[in-house]
């Protein structure tokens, strides 16, 4: 997925709405420590499903929405939207927005969706929260270090057949659900006779 435009609001320490523009070529992203540059990172394995704290070094996840600080009130919402081109040029655009309590909601295009349909989105696009192409500190030495079946899983995402995966484990469990409504069907019918 080429990716254009990032949208921040209440995430982390972008307490006000702000945005960001992707140009085509290298970006980079400087400033002081801690003045939020893992955060955009970290923004966008959100927006892309990302649910694991360890990840996004949180203790839970609405540890994403902005705490306060001596000056400023906590909020109560965290709101991340990702916009570029899918592989096939489409416009995409993917809301994840979190309210303190209440969990997640996702919308892609306008409409609402699923976590599960936000991943395959991105896995379709050769991308997604665990992408190789996101590259955050201690990346390297984890790529370096992995086992032969996680680097499988890794060329796998670069490929974007990640999502075949799901679908044939959603398909194989229909086709058990069909295989017992059959079954039953038939015992069904058998007492009929
Ligand atoms: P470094 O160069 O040191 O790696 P950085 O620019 O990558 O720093 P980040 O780690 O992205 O900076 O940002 C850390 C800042 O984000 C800290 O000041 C932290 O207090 C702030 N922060 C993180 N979560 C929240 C939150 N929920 N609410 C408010 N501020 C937060």
Not at 74 to 79: K, L, S, T
Request: some cysteine; charged content about 30%.
């Amino acid at each position: 997925m080429l990716l254009r435009r990032l949208k921040l609001s209440g995430f982390k320490s972008f307490v006000e709405p702000s945005e960001l523009r992707i140009e085509p070529g290298l970006t980079g992203i400087v400033g002081p420590n801690g003045c939020g540059k893992s955060n955009l990172l970290e923004a966008i394995r959100w927006v892309m499903g990302e649910n694991s704290p360890k990840s996004m070094r949180s203790g839970g996840m609405d540890d994403v929405i902005f705490a306060g600080t001596a000056s400023r009130p906590p909020r109560n919402f965290a709101e991340v939207v990702l916009a570029g081109l899918d592989s096939e040029g489409r416009e995409l655009e993917v809301v994840r927005r979190i309210e303190r309590g209440s969990g997640s909601a996702y919308r892609v295009n306008g409409r609402d969706v699923r976590a599960k349909d936000v991943a395959l989105t991105f896995a379709d696009a050769a991308t997604g929260a665990h992408s190789p192409a996101l590259v955050s500190q201690g990346k390297i030495a984890q790529v370096i270090a992995a086992k032969p079946a996680e680097r499988r899983m890794m060329l796998e995402e670069a490929a974007g057949i990640a999502g075949l995966h799901v679908r044939r484990r959603d398909a194989e469990g229909k086709l058990r659900q069909t295989e017992a409504n059959l079954a039953r069907l038939e015992d069904l019918m058998a007492g009929l006779d």
